[in-house]
């Protein structure tokens, strides 16, 4: 086993976890100080300098960042520079720390947009045009991937059964229950398979339709803006759902 000394005793300790910090992502240690050493430099640091320390900035929080945005507002070039120059000294490991965090909250992730969205609304779709209009052939090719897709698949639903379906909830939105222009919503998005038949067709408010986008009903809805236990259950039984599953098959339709 590889043995090293500590700087400050001298005194030769095998490197484990045991007897110096480790770090875990590099698979080595960190310090090259022993534990009772940098427990000691910590202790003596924090008595000289409290402010350092973890209790002290919990304690301070409020005032520790008006000092911060205080600093930055006053040095934000500077600011500025120090970030840029670690962002492209750190580019790759960054990148990676981003794209786990995102698949690990994905939860957070969404109500981070969502808060987005809902107070910059007008820029984002002033936005989402001005990207439309100059890059048609990349929006007519999503479209038409999504024609293909919904070709590929189950295609029975009548203007009959459509009207059936609004009548069924009253010609109101089935999500957030407001009577306003109907769509046709995927109850399973295309993108998973879902088929265009009265199983699968819900009737919903372009803001809703487009606020469920391509997610699980049963993982959107509950946390909906406009979430009601008794529109859900509606929905759920007129699909024929029960405990997650469709009970319904395309016979009995």
């Known amino acids: 086993m590889l043995e090293l000394p500590c700087s400050v005793c001298g005194k030769v300790y095998p490197v484990t976890s045991e007897f110096y910090s480790m ?11 022993c534990r009772g050493c940098y427990n000691a430099d910590y202790r003596k640091r924090h008595a000289e300098h409290p402010e350092t320390s973890i209790r002290y900035r919990a304690n ?57 969205y809902e107070n910059h609304k007008e820029h984002i779709l002033k936005v989402a045009k001005a990207w439309k209009d100059s890059h048609r052939d990349a929006v007519n090719t999503q479209w038409q991937r999504r024609e293909a897709k919904k070709k590929s698949l189950i295609a029975t639903l009548t203007k009959e059964q459509w009207e059936a379906i609004k009548n069924e909830f009253d010609n109101c939105c089935a999500y957030c229950g407001e009577k306003k222009p109907l769509t046709q919503d995927h109850f399973v998005p295309v993108s998973k398979d879902g088929e265009y038949t009265t199983n699968n ?16 009903f049963f993982t959107w809805y509950p946390t909906f803006k406009y979430y009601s236990k008794k529109r859900e259950q509606h929905i759920l039984i007129f699909l024929g759902y029960k405990d997650g599953i469709q009970q319904l098959r395309l016979d009995e339709v």
């Open 201 to 216: 067709i819900i009737p919903a408010c372009s803001k809703c339709n487009c606020n469920k986008f391509n997610n699980s």
């Open 23 to 33: 770090d875990k992502r590099a698979g080595c240690r960190c310090s090259s100080k």
């Open 60 to 116: 301070h929080r409020e005032k520790l960042l008006a000092d911060k945005k205080e600093y930055y507002l006053k040095n934000t070039e500077h600011c500025k520079k120090l970030s840029k120059e670690y962002y492209e000294t750190h580019r790759e490991s960054l990148r990676k720390a981003s794209k786990e965090w995102v698949k690990n909250n994905p939860e957070k992730v969404k109500a981070s947009c969502r808060k987005r």
